[in-house]
């Protein structure tokens, strides 16, 4: 599925499916894979983001990449092979049943799109090929490397090309070097179907355009047996559209779908009174929060209000004492004496110091 995948993705044990489907989106995520396995085997659900369908297959039987790598003599495996998305196809999908074409327009959608005129055959390194039997009504998945090699050059000729060093220790001339019988051992078992004419140039050496070049395949696996079981309507729930082996009947339907619907309204209705729970108490929350910034706002005040009165009784015994000196001197017509009209300020009365060591003896002279 390389590059376009979402590999950068930390999951975590306690991840459900909900948490992939809401950030798909911002990954730019179409297509959702998973595996799952049960007593009875092991099944492949395809799901389509973010309101489905999804498609349940049941796995016969699957080779892992390194496994099919392993077997393989000649191995073709390099990372400038999975920069580019691979190219999907499609053998035998053309039946009865409308479930063969939703499963051809799922993979489709899996991949971008190719278009023939502005396409670079260079970046078309890889191949997926979907294979439907209709005897046994199993898909097999099978996922190669392309190389494209000139066709109509001796093996000498090849390594000059490709720039590699021949061994020359068994000639005595060059001219027996490149004198060689025209063809490879890998190119004679090539089929002729297999033979194209290049319409552009290729990046790989003796690839020229509008020369004559064979194609091959390397298998990089995995290889995987698949059988359509069932088709949903939604991701992971939804009206069953189609099943391989339990088949309903009209009222069967119409009773499901009944029951779905119940289900469907009994949930938007919990929803909703969920919501209104939540206004309710988004409300009572914002009178509370006014209500104690009244209540601090009000203490604020009052607190204004005594520092206000205490300062203005300060002042105002000041101002008394003014007054009583000034009816003194002009009763008496003396200076009144300067302790004669202030407060007396409370003295602390002092203790007593209480000595809390023993005091010595005096030492007797002996004589």
Do not use: W
Request: proline share 3%; aromatic share 6%; hydrophobic share 30%.
């Amino acid at each position: 599925m390389e590059p376009f995948t979402a590999s950068s993705l930390k999951i975590r044990k306690k991840n459900t499916i909900k948490d992939f489907v809401s950030v798909a989106s911002v990954l730019h995520v179409s297509h959702m894979c998973i595996f799952t396995k049960t007593e009875l085997g092991m099944y492949l659900k395809l799901c389509k983001l973010p309101k489905g369908p999804t498609l349940t297959f049941k796995i016969h039987s699957f080779s892992l990449t390194r496994d099919v790598i392993s077997m393989l003599k000649k191995q073709l495996v390099y990372e400038e092979a999975f920069k580019n998305s691979p190219l999907l196809i499609l053998n035998n999908f053309s039946g009865e049943g409308m479930q063969l074409k939703l499963i051809a327009s799922t993979f489709q959608n899996m991949f971008p799109t190719i278009n023939l005129t502005t396409i670079n055959l260079s970046t078309i390194r890889r191949c997926i090929c979907l294979n439907y039997n209709t005897t046994s009504k199993t898909i097999d998945f099978r996922h190669y490397a392309i190389k494209v090699v000139p066709v109509g050059l001796s093996r000498g000729i090849k390594k000059l090309v490709q720039a590699k060093i021949p061994n020359l220790s068994k000639c005595q001339d060059i001219s027996e070097f490149l004198t060689k019988p025209t063809m490879s051992e890998s190119e004679a078992e090539d089929d002729e179907n297999s033979h194209v004419t290049l319409s552009q140039k290729l990046s790989s050496r003796g690839n020229q355009a509008n020369s004559k070049s064979a194609i091959r395949l390397f298998e990089l696996g995995p290889r995987i047996t698949l059988q359509l079981i069932k088709v949903e309507n939604g991701l992971l729930d939804g009206e069953v559209l189609y099943h391989e082996f339990i088949h309903k009947t009209k009222e069967e339907k119409l009773a499901i779908k009944k029951r779905r619907e119940e289900k469907k309204k009994l949930k938007e209705k919990r929803k909703r009174l969920q919501e209104e729970n939540k206004k309710k108490k988004e409300i009572q929350k914002q009178e509370h929060k006014e209500k104690s910034l009244k209540g601090i706002q009000k203490k604020r005040e009052n607190d204004m209000l005594l520092q206000k009165i205490a300062k203005e009784s300060t002042e105002k015994s000041e101002l008394e004492e003014d007054d009583d000196a000034q009816y003194y001197r002009e009763e008496v017509g003396e200076e009144p004496d300067k302790d004669l009209f202030q407060t007396k300020t409370g003295t602390k009365r002092p203790h007593k110091h209480i000595m809390r060591y023993k005091p010595k003896k005096a030492k007797l002279d002996k004589s």
